[in-house]
Structures are given as C-alpha cells and as structure tokens.
C-alpha cells in the first residue's frame, strides 16, 4: 500500500458544483494531515490543516478518520478560480526528530471548474 | 520577505555534467527539504534536513547530494547529471509542519 493514495482524477465539474476528495494514508503513527494547493506550473501551497474534529474554511471542509486512515476534502460551490491541483500530505510520524516534519505528498488530484 | 528562493530556476545540462542547486529560506526555519515533480508521480521527497549541519535520505536519494552548512541555506548537488533527473524541482521549509516551497527549479538533462 502506497504511503499516501488520492483519487486519480481528473475531475470536470461546473461552476456551482460540490466537489468532494478522497486520501487514504498508510501509516497509523502520522499524526499531522494537511491539503495543499497547486496551480499548474507553480509551487504547492497549504490550503488547510486537517483536524480529528473536522475543520471548516468557507467553501471548504476537511474530514479526518484516524480508525480508516482516511482524509476529504469537500469543496462546496465551486468557482473557476478553484481549477488546481489538490494535494493530500501527510507526516511521516513514527517518533521524534526528522520524522516529525518529514511530510509525505499524494501524487494530487486535478480540479477543473467549467462555466 | 522573500520566504523560500531557488536558483537557478531554469537549466539545461548535459549528461555528467555536475550542477548545485540552492535554496535559501529567511524564515529562521529548522526542517528543509528538497523535493522533486514528475509528471503523474507526485511530490518525491530527495533529501531533507532537521537542522544546521544535518541532512537526511528521502524516497529518492540515489545520484544527489546535499549540504546545510548554513540554517539558511540548503544546497542540492548533482555530481553527474542523467537524463533521469530531468523534473522540476522544489525546496521547501518548515515550522513544525506547514511548508513553505520556492518557486521551482525546471532542470532539463539531455
């Protein structure tokens, strides 16, 4: 099992749609979850941290389920300005030191808002 | 506030040819790390450092070398370019786990 897996994507969806992204993470001692953002030909940018109690950001709302290992993002209302790729990130945990920063990416998923 | 910045961001290399790639973070950071993106491969992780004077292997580490001699500074070497390496490549920073990246390397082994 891949450390962390995401949906492959792409996904094409109109203005207005709710849109909603799956990751599934394998090792159960990571302890921080976080989504990124990146724009084509840019670099990654934090979007939002991802809390056991769930968190929201305006359109935005990440899920965490430690028992499954599991990581969403719902997206609600899109807009064109939300066309990127989102990337699930995950530390690689298991104790101190290095471990603690040493995050580990999905390979993403595209998001294409049409009008 | 410049945040994280690579150099160069565009080059061309020959095969064996050697290059340094460096990124410098003002941000007082401990944890840097260099990572590269292939098409339909993700983020892989090369190297990374948890402090001044240390460094680390990642997923990818073979054909790279690094140096943090400086907290600010993260340095990337390639000793004997392959085209294997062509890929953008991206050095971040972080505090506790938030990080930071520059704007990429687009590096190009023919």
């Known amino acids: 099992r891949k450390e962390v897996e995401q949906d492959p994507g792409p996904f094409n969806v109109p203005e207005g749609a709710t849109v909603a992204f799956n990751c599934t993470y394998s090792?159960?001692?990571?302890?921080?979850f976080f989504w990124y953002r990146q724009d084509c030909r840019k670099e990654p940018k934090l979007l939002m941290s991802v809390y056991s109690s769930g968190n929201e950001d305006g359109r935005f709302t990440a899920q965490l389920n430690r028992a499954s290992q599991y990581i969403s993002l719902l997206i609600r209302d899109s807009k064109l300005s939300d066309s990127a790729t989102y990337l699930c990130?995950?530390?690689?945990?298991?104790?101190?030191?290095?471990?603690?920063?040493?995050?580990?990416f999905g390979k993403g998923t595209k998001l294409s808002v049409k009008p | 506030n410049a945040g994280v910045t690579q150099t160069p961001k565009f080059r061309v290399l020959k095969t064996g040819q050697s290059m340094t790639l460096l990124c410098a973070q003002d941000m007082n950071h401990e944890y840097m790390y260099w990572y590269r993106q292939d098409p339909g491969m993700g983020l892989r992780l090369i190297h990374y450092?948890?402090?001044?004077?240390?460094?680390a292997k990642g997923e990818v580490p073979d054909g790279y070398n690094v140096s943090r001699l400086k907290k600010q500074n993260f340095l990337l070497g390639l000793e004997s370019a392959a085209p294997s390496q062509t890929s953008v490549y991206f050095c971040?920073?972080?505090?506790?786990?938030?990080?930071?990246f520059g704007q990429g390397t687009r590096l190009t082994v023919v």
């Open positions: 990130v995950v530390n690689k945990g298991g104790g101190g030191g290095g471990s603690q920063g040493n995050l580990i």
């Open positions: 971040a920073s972080s505090y506790l786990f938030e990080a930071f």
């Open positions: 090792n159960s001692a990571s302890q921080s």
């Open positions: 450092s948890v402090g001044e004077g240390t460094t």
